[in-house]
């Protein structure tokens, strides 16, 4: 050892590894929607430091910026502090604060004067929240069908398009198999969801060197940095590319025939009856079963059949005319066959598709054999015997080691479902669903593509005083399932389910204030928001909400949206138009639930759930959400939160309904440890000693498949009869992939006029042109409303690394990193508009202005222009000081953003993808103006005071100098030893 650190030497001997807490609490982290497991230390009773849990199946031990920095969302100025009454005008921020007695009797009298008269009057909507398997079961319970999450905003375009097409979905019930894939095709993925694992499994890719990472994206930041190729494609357009694909793939007869027979619908047949109601339908047999033409019998039978030879293409002649052909004899043809017609089109030719997407036609088609080269040359096969649907037993798992994940940037377009679609057709064409090197389900997926249930909310089905007959979410497979008067009139208040969103199958949120504000279509009395900021980032046309949510009847000087209540843990730009605040805790403060309910934590090779445990108490007046909202159920007599004396059934609240809640018998919100002596897993009794177990174990139950049931999910035998145990299906029969997609041709029927449901006349074309059984690709309709010479550029958000929507707003390290957003531009872009790198900006779409600040890269297409998203601020809310750079220099692109399209028949359709909802962020066209004196910061909005009980917020942080040793920072800074 040196003499200089020697511990007697003259220099001072640095401690390695000193303890940093004197005690370690496991939990899950919640400053992102990924659910990795932490461990929280604590000393002297303080958050002191946050890491990774090793142990725990999400991140392995990962942690990123925005989990080490949750000790900041803890301690933030921001929080709230106890229940609110507004006592000034909305919007306004003027508050007294209340007891929570008053409070909750406030919020009982509301809900019960609704529920007792009419229980639709209440629109309860959630934002990001993780505990959607109460709040679903808590509306259903109230009597409500206004209810859903966030997810109408977020990405239901990619999970329905999902879910009725494979039975599964990227990120949440799905995954890359990252150890085998070859080639990883990423679309529209900055570094928002799935944030830990996918940079784990890109860092297992690039560690492994034998993968091609290709991420399409019109921005080059996050993954796409790391990316071995990136395509900058122009925004909405992806569809086009994908077909481009397709087209190449079947150009050059690189498919997986063999897969198509064996797990999809191509063989199926289809009827060709033009001008009646059965055209495009599959063909059926009595026993309601699919048709198809069997090349050996040369016969027309069951299609589920494994002993027949099934045609892929052709014409047959049917003798069973179906109803509404007239009697007349029809032919069918397999559903390859039209697939082979649509994409063989020329207008899919790369050729053709470049100019569009500004993707060079030679890339297509070298991607296109790529694809091909990775999927059939370099087949990828496992010693692991399996035993498919019909009992055939299989020596090796074989797989087509290509992968693909899609998000955001294909979500938030109008045209995305279509986009969505088309991905998994290409897939579908490559034979690599759930194989080995492709793309893998997570349990409890795959499922019926869709599955049940259906959504409830008809009219017999909502009563005063009585719980729903059903759930308020859930898949239609036909326009009778809609939910719609008879003259065609939404029921919903989001019009979810109706003829402007027919597969809404998370609702639509975006949709509500508005809805609300006009009484269309009808009014509702309380609108019950938990965790979304939908006066600010969450809506679009942001200070047009602002107005609708503080409009006043004239006639009865009465808010147009009566009442508000709203809770969260922060004070976010919702606050000031609330006028009933049910603060909640932080994370770390509360009991919570990621369950298989919901969305649980699971992995492609086995089941996982997990829990939240209160780390810290609360040194606030404040009260978990969950908590107040079964009180609040108890309150209102809710049968499933009430014993029969009128009681609480769940009287040590959320905990005591997470142990003790049964959905179904044996079910329940957690999986791990049920019975009564906790040796069970899936399903059994009730374990009051289930929270414990979790806590032993991290807070995380992990159930591991078998290897036989680890691939072919949708048609492994092993695996459906394990998922059947689970409850997870109904059945053990084979998912078939759903490559033509029949709802959808019934939704395009009925928008040509045929079917027993219609659509009014004014919503026909339009569901005629957007549904289609086989993808279609249309222009984003910000196109073809907004003039593109006036607006050339199109323009949108990415989530950096390092904040999650706008929960790191208040976040002092965060805010470090991202403390305002600038406008990215393509530095040949700038040189065509005479802008430089800083140069001041207006940038204006047909619906508002605001100001920036232009910073030019090389990585992002030349017709697109970018920024942070959610880093703009209104003055005063989150606590900021009044020079924060978030609302001085920073800007909101939602005030660009129409939440309406123009009128067409005196109608206004929402900015959103026609069939599922979908907020199409991402349509946005703009111009790009220079304006040196533009003045910076956010000058739609007028700033909000502290709310009460908010403290003013320290000018500098030094949290963490308590926990210095004797010598303490002071000292240090003064010049002595360190
Ligand atoms: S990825 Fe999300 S959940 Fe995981 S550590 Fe980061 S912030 Fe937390």
């Given at each position: 050892m040196p003499d200089d650190i020697r511990p007697d030497s003259k220099y001072e001997t640095v401690d390695l590894s000193p303890p940093v807490s004197d005690e370690v609490k496991a939990t899950t982290c919640y400053m992102c929607a990924c659910r990795c497991g932490i461990k929280v230390h604590l000393k002297d009773g303080s958050i002191?430091?946050?890491?990774?849990?090793?142990?725990?199946?999400?991140?392995?031990?990962?942690?990123?910026?925005?989990?080490?920095?949750?000790?900041?969302?803890?301690?933030?100025?921001?929080?709230?502090?106890?229940?609110?009454?507004?006592?000034?005008?909305?919007?306004?921020?003027?508050?007294?604060?209340?007891?929570?007695?008053?409070?909750?009797?406030?919020?009982?009298?509301w809900l019960g004067d609704v529920r007792k008269t009419d229980p639709k009057k209440l629109a309860f909507f959630t934002g990001r929240d993780q505990s959607q398997s109460l709040t679903g079961f808590w509306a259903s319970q109230f009597g409500t069908p206004n209810h859903a999450a966030h997810g109408g905003f977020c990405s239901v375009n990619m999970a329905a398009a999902d879910i009725y097409t494979i039975g599964g979905s990227f990120w949440e019930f799905g995954e890359p198999d990252w150890e085998h894939t070859r080639y990883f095709l990423m679309f529209g993925v900055a570094e928002d969801h799935d944030s830990n694992p996918i940079k784990a499994g890109l860092g297992k890719l690039k560690t492994l060197g034998k993968a091609k990472f290709v991420s399409v994206n019109p921005v080059r930041t996050g993954y796409s940095a790391i990316a071995d190729e990136w395509v900058g494609i122009r925004p909405g357009t992806d569809g086009l590319f994908v077909m481009a694909l397709i087209h190449e793939l079947l150009r050059t007869g690189q498919v997986d025939l063999e897969f198509l027979a064996r797990y999809t619908n191509a063989h199926w047949l289809v009827r060709q009856a033009p001008g009646t109601a059965d055209h495009g339908l599959f063909v059926r047999g009595s026993n309601g079963k699919p048709l198809a033409y069997d090349r050996t019998s040369g016969q027309i039978v069951d299609a589920s059949r494994t002993d027949i030879d099934p045609a892929m293409r052709g014409s047959f002649p049917l003798h069973d005319s179906a109803p509404g052909d007239g009697g007349a004899d029809t032919e069918a043809v397999p559903a390859f066959q039209l697939?082979?017609?649509?994409?063989?089109?020329?207008?899919?030719?790369?050729?053709?598709?470049?100019?569009?997407?500004?993707?060079?036609?030679?890339?297509?088609?070298?991607?296109?054999?790529?694809?091909?080269?990775?999927?059939?040359?370099?087949?990828?096969?496992?010693?692991?015997?399996?035993?498919?649907?019909?009992?055939?037993?299989?020596?090796?798992?074989?797989?087509?080691?290509?992968?693909?994940?899609?998000?955001?940037?294909?979500?938030?377009?109008?045209?995305?479902?279509?986009?969505?679609?088309?991905?998994?057709?290409?897939?579908?064409?490559?034979?690599?669903?759930d194989c080995p090197g492709g793309f893998r389900y997570k349990p409890p997926f795959p499922r019926p593509a869709p599955p049940g249930p259906k959504p409830a909310g008809k009219p017999h089905q909502v009563s005063p005083g009585a719980p729903m007959a059903g759930p308020p979410l859930g898949f239609v497979t036909a326009p009778e399932d809609l939910l719609v008067d008879e003259a065609g009139k939404a029921l919903r208040i989001d019009k979810a389910y109706s003829w402007d969103a027919p597969l809404a199958a998370h609702g639509m949120m975006h949709t509500v204030i508005r809805n609300a504000w006009a009484g269309d279509p009808y009014p509702i009395d309380?609108?019950?928001?938990?965790?979304?900021?939908?006066?600010?980032?969450?809506?679009?046309?942001?200070?047009?909400?602002?107005?609708?949510?503080?409009?006043?009847?004239?006639?009865?000087?009465?808010?147009?949206?009566?009442?508000?209540?709203?809770?969260?843990?922060?004070?976010?730009?919702?606050?000031?138009?609330?006028?009933?605040?049910?603060?909640?805790?932080?994370?770390?403060?509360?009991?919570?639930?990621i369950s298989l309910l919901d969305r649980p934590i699971c992995d492609a090779d086995g089941p996982a759930d997990a829990i939240r445990q209160p780390v810290v108490a609360p040194d606030r007046d404040v009260r978990p959400f969950q908590d107040v909202l079964i009180e609040l159920g108890v309150r209102l007599g809710l049968p499933a939160f009430t014993n029969s004396d009128g009681g609480a059934k769940y009287p040590g609240g959320y905990p005591d309904y997470l142990a003790n809640h049964e959905r179904a018998p044996g079910i329940g919100p957690l999986a791990g440890w049920r019975g009564e002596n906790g040796d069970s897993h899936g399903h059994g009794a009730a374990n009051p000693d289930q929270l414990a177990r979790y806590v032993e174990n991290g807070c995380f139950w992990k159930g591991e498949f078998t290897p036989s049931q680890r691939y072919h999910k949708h048609a492994n035998k092993d695996y459906l009869e394990h998922a059947a145990k689970m409850g997870w299906i109904a059945s053990p029969d084979q998912i078939v992939l759903q490559l033509y997609s029949e709802p959808q041709q019934r939704f395009k029927l009925a928008g040509q006029g045929f079917g027993r449901v219609l659509p009014p006349v004014r919503f026909r074309e339009r569901i005629a042109a957007c549904f289609d059984p086989l993808p279609v690709w249309y222009a984003p309709f910000e196109d073809g409303h907004t003039d593109p010479a006036a607006y050339p550029i199109h323009a949108l958000t990415q989530r950096p690394m390092a904040m999650y929507h706008s929960w790191g707003s208040q976040n002092a390290w965060l805010r470090q990193i991202h403390g305002w957003n600038r406008l990215y531009m393509n530095r040949k872009t700038a040189v065509g508009h005479g802008l430089a790198d800083g140069d001041k900006v207006r940038v204006e779409s047909p619906y508002g202005s605001v100001n920036a600040v232009i910073a030019l890269m090389e990585g992002c297409n030349t017709d697109t222009v970018w920024t942070w998203n959610a880093i703009g601020k209104q003055k005063g809310a989150w606590n900021l000081s009044k020079d924060a750079p978030e609302s001085n220099k920073g800007f909101l692109l939602n005030h660009l953003i129409t939440d309406l399209l123009p009128p067409k028949d005196g109608y206004r359709f929402v900015n959103a993808d026609p069939v599922t909802g979908q907020a199409a962020w991402f349509d946005l066209r703009v111009r790009v103006v220079k304006d040196d004196n533009a003045e910076l910061g956010d000058g739609n909005t007028k700033p909000v005071p502290r709310a009460p009980g908010v403290k003013p917020a320290k000018k500098l942080s030094r949290y963490g100098a308590q926990f210095l040793p004797a010598r303490s920072w002071r000292r240090n800074r003064k010049g002595g030893a360190t």
């Open positions: 002191r430091y946050i890491e990774g849990n090793k142990d725990h199946p999400v991140n392995k031990g990962v942690l990123c910026a925005k989990g080490s920095a949750g000790i900041m969302q803890h301690y933030s100025p921001a929080r709230l502090s106890q229940p609110l009454r507004r006592v000034g005008p909305r919007g306004s921020g003027e508050f007294e604060a209340i007891s929570w007695d008053e409070a909750l009797a406030t919020a009982e009298e697939l082979l017609d649509r994409y063989l089109d020329a207008r899919y030719s790369p050729d053709v598709v470049a100019a569009k997407t500004g993707i060079d036609a030679g890339a297509i088609r070298r991607i296109a054999g790529e694809l091909a080269h990775a999927a059939f040359e370099q087949e990828i096969t496992l010693d692991v015997p399996w035993t498919d649907w019909a009992g055939r037993t299989h020596d090796k798992m074989v797989g087509r080691p290509v992968s693909m994940h899609a998000m955001r940037g294909i979500s938030a377009h109008s045209n995305g479902f279509q986009t969505c679609r088309a991905i998994h057709v290409l897939q579908m064409l490559l034979g690599s669903i309380v609108l019950f928001m938990f965790m979304a900021n939908m006066s600010w980032n969450s809506s679009m046309n942001t200070s047009e909400t602002m107005k609708m949510l503080t409009d006043k009847d004239p006639e009865t000087g009465e808010y147009k949206i009566p009442k508000i209540i709203y809770s969260d843990a922060f004070q976010s730009e919702m606050i000031a138009y609330a006028d009933l605040i049910l603060p909640d805790t932080t994370y770390l403060e509360r009991w919570d639930c």
